[in-house]
């Protein structure tokens, strides 16, 4: 299906939300992908978004992606203009939010943080679910934190909320957590085993805090993951 680019926004020098229109109605779950496609250098390339945004039942979805330099599809997304298309081969995937309901950790490193705010918007608005949710959000440098006003404002607003962000090479200004989400993780599950824990960003994040989890004795259903590589 043809993907229009309706519009853009840049979150920092290296990260852009956009947001595309087809012809249809779609539908998805908070925490899907959309696989995206098109003729980069003549071939074919295909490449998976996380979802940005909740549905709110229309024709648009809105993806979040970091210009990887040397990437080959990346850069295509980020020189597409207003009113240029794409394809949207199916919005696929099965990182959504775990039944029964229980505790949870949310673990983002970078646009890793993508599906969870989806997810955070469908789960504040249903309101109807009781799970209280602590999001480890990090990142190398705090200008590149997305949505951090959009989490914050979450955590005033619903008690059962935390938002904890972390960044490895703070400034001087910062006044958060600083270093690698892991210790983080590993504070909060002490010897607790009845949380569920998303991890979401590149592969040595994820499996890093998968191994974390099994050793402290969390199940496999318990550990929820998408890698980006
Ligand atoms: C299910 C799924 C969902 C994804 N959702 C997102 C998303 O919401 N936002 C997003 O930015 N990317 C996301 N990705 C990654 C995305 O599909 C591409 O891999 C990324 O845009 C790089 O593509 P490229 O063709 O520019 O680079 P390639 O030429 O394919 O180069 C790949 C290199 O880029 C690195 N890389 C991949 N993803 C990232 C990233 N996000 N940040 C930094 N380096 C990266 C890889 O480690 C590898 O070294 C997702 C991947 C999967 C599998």
Not at 13 to 39: C, K, W, Y
Not at 119 to 125: E, T, V, W
């Amino acid at each position: 299906m043809i993907a229009t680019l309706l519009e853009y926004r840049d979150l920092s020098s290296t990260i852009r939300h956009f947001t595309f229109e087809v012809p249809e109605r779609l539908d998805f779950q908070p925490g899907q992908f959309a696989s995206l496609n098109a003729m980069v250098g003549g071939k074919e390339i295909t490449r998976a978004y996380s979802l940005a945004a909740a549905s709110k039942g229309d024709n648009r979805f809105e993806i979040c992606l970091n210009l990887v330099e040397d990437g080959v599809f990346s850069p295509h997304l980020f020189a597409l203009k207003v009113g240029e298309n794409v394809l949207l081969k199916g919005i696929y995937g099965a990182f959504l939010w775990r039944q029964p309901p229980m505790d949870t950790i949310l673990v983002a490193t970078g646009t890793g943080i993508v599906p969870f705010r989806a997810m955070l918007q469908d789960h504040y608005c249903r309101g109807s679910e009781k799970r209280d949710i602590t999001l480890i959000y990090g990142t190398r440098h705090a200008e590149n934190l997305l949505w951090a006003e959009e989490f914050r404002a979450l955590e005033a607003n619903h008690a059962g909320f935390r938002f904890v962000p972390t960044v490895t090479r703070p400034d001087q200004d910062w006044k958060g957590e600083a270093g690698r989400v892991q210790p983080i993780l590993l504070g909060l599950l002490g010897d607790r085993k009845d949380v569920q824990v998303y991890a979401c960003g590149l592969k040595e994040m994820v499996d890093s805090v998968r191994a974390l989890c099994k050793e402290r004795g969390l199940e496999r259903r318990q550990i929820i993951f998408e890698k980006y590589d």
